[in-house]
């Protein structure tokens, strides 16, 4: 086995106070695996803890949830922090043989101070190149160093950023924007940090690379390149705002065409508030998807008709239809058998058939009135429900421009698609 031959110490600042965590051993048998060996104790009460390891946890980092964690920074990759979960933890028995840590919950006894369990921790797949490489267990930090090959990682990363650096400022020079643009994502790749130093040209290279995407018509991934843009360099990015208002529009009458009207409208939108170029045709397109109140509310006199043809709600059509229909229904029948009673009536031969056919004729008339109403009240609700929404949908299309009209931020998920390894 070789050992890992590194500076090793334990953080003073632990989060579970009543464990004691003291490490014994650390060794690395194999290309990627870590094995780590500590004495825990556990000065208070006996306690459930959490206890995710082997492959069916492996994203329960994320989740905050595992109390054994190792960290460590990847080189290659802007020395962005990864982590992962133990393969296994075992315990050493009185008995000098080892049993696996119950998972997901492990219930550590109370040891008290003078006593406490030997555990085996095991990572695997770590890079050898891995660095600053820590391990948490129980909230209790151990500071490992750097993996075998981190240093020769690190002179590499500089080799290769110095040689990335010349190409794209070379291809930026000559304006080789398809290059350049790839080769600066590269290079953000390895160290962020460039971004600082280098922001005009990395943000030139993104929105010359968007236009030439635009003109492939590769809408969603232009977005992307001159949203990047606006990050690095806002300044310089303004330069390009009809160039960027252009492809939005574009983009938007791609999207509404594929009945994605409402990611159409955020892009007609975001493109109006950013630049005079096309406002025109965005507010003539937008009208055009407007629905007339005038014919929209003419179609709700018959309830229910409307919500079905603009609003697609097959179930607020039923519900006005229905009631109309059986309201109407009723309330005809009801009319006629309070005529007939009134015939009746007037051809009554005594005092009390005379008086029980008026009041069934009486109450066959006020019973049409009540049907009546509610039929005309849902004929009135319906125009009502109809101009209301009407409204509300018309509303979407409707432009309010800032005071200082700088471009605001209609489109709210575009996010850029960077070539990162997880």
């Known amino acids: 086995m070789k050992k890992l031959i590194l500076s090793i110490f334990l953080s003073s600042l632990s989060i579970f106070p009543q464990f004691r965590i003291t490490l014994l051993d650390q060794e690395i048998p194999s290309y990627g695996e870590m094995v780590l060996t500590v004495f825990a104790q556990n000065l208070g009460n006996s306690q459930k803890i959490w206890a995710l390891y082997g492959d069916n946890y492996s994203g329960s980092v994320i989740a905050g949830r595992s109390n054994f964690v190792i960290y460590y920074d990847d080189i290659m990759n802007d020395n962005k922090t990864r982590n992962s979960i133990p393969s296994s933890i075992i315990i050493k028995t009185i008995f000098d043989t080892y049993i696996p840590m119950d998972s997901p919950m492990h219930n550590f006894p109370s040891t008290g101070s003078k006593s406490g369990q030997e555990w085996v921790i095991t990572f695997t797949g770590i890079p050898n190149d891995a660095a600053h490489v820590r391990v948490s267990v129980l909230?209790?930090?151990?500071?490992?160093?750097?993996?075998?090959?981190?240093?020769?990682?690190?002179?590499?990363?500089?080799?290769?950023?110095?040689?990335?650096?010349?190409?794209?400022?070379?291809?930026?020079?000559?304006?080789?924007?398809?290059?350049?643009?790839?080769?600066?994502?590269?290079?953000?790749?390895?160290?962020?940090?460039?971004?600082?130093?280098?922001?005009?040209?990395?943000?030139?290279?993104?929105?010359?690379?968007?236009?030439?995407?635009?003109?492939?018509?590769?809408?969603?991934?232009?977005?992307?390149?001159?949203?990047?843009?606006?990050?690095?360099?806002?300044?310089?990015?303004?330069?390009?705002?009809?160039?960027?208002?252009?492809?939005?529009?574009?983009?938007?009458?791609?999207?509404?065409?594929?009945?994605?009207?409402?990611?159409?409208?955020?892009?007609?939108?975001?493109?109006?508030?950013?630049?005079?170029?096309?406002?025109?045709?965005?507010?003539?397109?937008?009208?055009?998807?407007?629905?007339?109140?005038?014919?929209?509310?003419?179609?709700?006199?018959?309830?229910?008709?409307?919500?079905?043809?603009?609003?697609?709600?097959?179930?607020?059509?039923v519900l006005f239809f229905g009631t109309f229909f059986l309201s109407s229904g009723l309330a005809v029948l009801s009319k006629k058998n309070a005529d007939i009673a009134y015939e009746e009536y007037l051809n009554a031969k005594t005092p009390t058939d005379a008086e029980q056919k008026y009041n069934l004729a009486n109450g066959g008339i006020i019973l049409t009135g009540v049907l009546g109403g509610l039929a005309l009240a849902t004929v009135l609700y319906s125009v009502i429900d109809q101009l209301k929404e009407t409204s509300k949908f018309n509303s979407k299309f409707e432009i309010q421009l800032s005071i200082n009209n700088t471009y605001a931020p209609y489109l709210e998920s575009y996010s850029f698609l960077l070539k990162i390894p997880l």
Request: proline residues 1%; charged residues 25%.
């Open 139 to 317: 909230g209790t930090t151990f500071q490992v160093g750097d993996m075998p090959e981190a240093q020769d990682s690190r002179i590499r990363k500089t080799n290769k950023f110095i040689n990335l650096l010349n190409q794209a400022r070379e291809s930026t020079t000559y304006e080789r924007w398809n290059k350049a643009a790839d080769i600066w994502n590269d290079l953000i790749l390895l160290d962020s940090e460039i971004i600082t130093k280098y922001s005009e040209e990395i943000c030139i290279s993104f929105c010359e690379k968007g236009k030439i995407l635009f003109a492939e018509n590769n809408f969603s991934e232009a977005v992307n390149y001159f949203e990047e843009a606006k990050k690095i360099n806002e300044n310089e990015f303004r330069s390009y705002l009809d160039d960027y208002s252009d492809l939005l529009y574009a983009y938007g009458l791609a999207l509404i065409k594929d009945s994605k009207v409402d990611q159409g409208i955020k892009n007609f939108l975001y493109s109006h508030s950013i630049s005079d170029i096309n406002r025109k045709n965005i507010e003539n397109s937008l009208n055009t998807l407007k629905i007339s109140r005038f014919t929209s509310t003419c179609l709700s006199i018959i309830p229910g008709f409307s919500q079905l043809i603009y609003q697609k709600n097959s179930i607020k059509s």
